[in-house]
């Protein structure tokens, strides 16, 4: 499903752009690399996490997959289900199936889950050749899907992440992903600042989510989010590259031993 090759990819640097910091000749600037030759195969069926200290390259790698604005891929492929990912705008990505779990959801005031939900199913239907979908079938789903993440039904009437706690944003996420069936799902941290309960919550919700058609690729710090979300493979990522690869008794060695240990013992 996903193929990438060598991906070297970074951010902008104006650190050193002179005055006001800015620059007339776009040709000047430079490429702060962060990613540094990521190398990762993931095929429909699968669920990898990747693990690492912060600073690692993790979310800007969740980025440059979805194609947020500010990032710039150096060299490199990354090919998804055949197709040149890097030559899609995240609009098109997201038509052919990926999504993104963000680490801090974002706030929406005026739109509510279901108006922002129902467009997004339906731009997804229309770019598969299909009538939008009723309201009648559109509602019904809305109730299947929200009992999947255990989201009241309120909540699918209120702005979306307006007034929400940060567990509710985040399995108002995971009530999304379950709304939009991506074939590649991106999960960037999910378990950042979830009590246990919720944690338990969320990740019950992508569990059941879970099948042979669709992949996972979870990014987390700690290995309790793998408890309940079992990986078929983990990845440490340490300075912009993938260190080492293994199942999940990796995670488990990386919680007793800390990521110094996978970069002292940096094999695949």
Same mark, same amino acid.
């Given at each position: 499903m996903l193929q990438i090759k060598n991906l070297k990819a970074g951010i902008a640097d104006i650190s050193n752009?002179?005055?006001? +910091?800015?620059?007339?000749?776009? #040709? !000047?600037?430079?490429?702060?690399?962060?990613?540094?030759? %990521?190398?990762?195969?993931?095929?429909? +069926? !699968?669920?990898? $996490? %990747?693990? +690492?200290?912060?600073?690692? +390259?993790? #979310?800007?790698? $969740? #980025?440059?997959?979805?194609?947020?604005? =500010?990032?710039?891929? %150096? #060299? =490199?492929?990354? /090919?998804?289900?055949? %197709?040149? /990912?890097?030559?899609?705008?995240?609009?098109?990505r997201a038509r052919e199936g990926m999504f993104l779990a963000f680490q801090y959801p974002v706030e929406i005031p005026g739109v509510s889950n279901a108006n922002f939900l129902k467009t997004a199913v339906n731009e997804i239907r229309k770019s598969k050749g299909l009538d939008p979908i009723s309201s009648v079938n559109f509602l019904k789903m809305m109730k299947e899907k929200a009992a999947l993440v255990e989201l009241e039904s309120e909540f699918t009437t209120r702005y979306v992440n307006v007034g929400f706690s940060g567990g509710e944003k985040k399995r108002n996420e995971i009530f999304q992903l @379950?709304?939009?069936?991506?074939?590649? @799902?991106?999960?960037?941290?999910?378990?950042?600042?979830?009590?246990?309960? $919720?944690?338990?919550?969320?990740?019950? =919700?992508?569990?059941? /989510?879970?099948?042979?058609?669709? $992949?996972?690729l979870v990014i987390t710090h700690y290995q309790r989010l793998l408890n309940y979300i079992v990986p078929d493979f983990v990845h440490v990522m340490f300075d912009g590259k993938i260190i080492r690869s293994g199942d999940k008794e990796l995670a488990l060695h990386l919680e007793e031993y800390g990521y110094d240990w996978a970069k002292e013992n940096n094999k695949k």
């Open positions: 752009t002179g005055f006001s +910091g800015l620059k007339s000749d776009k #040709s !000047e600037r430079t490429i702060k690399e962060i990613l540094k030759g %990521i190398n990762l195969e993931i095929k429909k +069926g !699968e669920t990898h $996490a %990747i693990m +690492g200290p912060n600073g690692s +390259g993790k #979310s800007t790698l $969740a #980025s440059v997959l979805t194609g947020k604005e =500010g990032y710039e891929v %150096i #060299s =490199g492929e990354v /090919l998804y289900k055949g %197709i040149n /990912l890097l030559e899609l705008t995240p609009e098109e @379950a709304m939009l069936e991506p074939e590649l @799902a991106i999960l960037d941290e999910t378990d950042s600042g979830l009590d246990i309960d $919720a944690l338990k919550i969320v990740s019950s =919700g992508v569990n059941k /989510l879970r099948n042979k058609n669709n $992949a996972f």
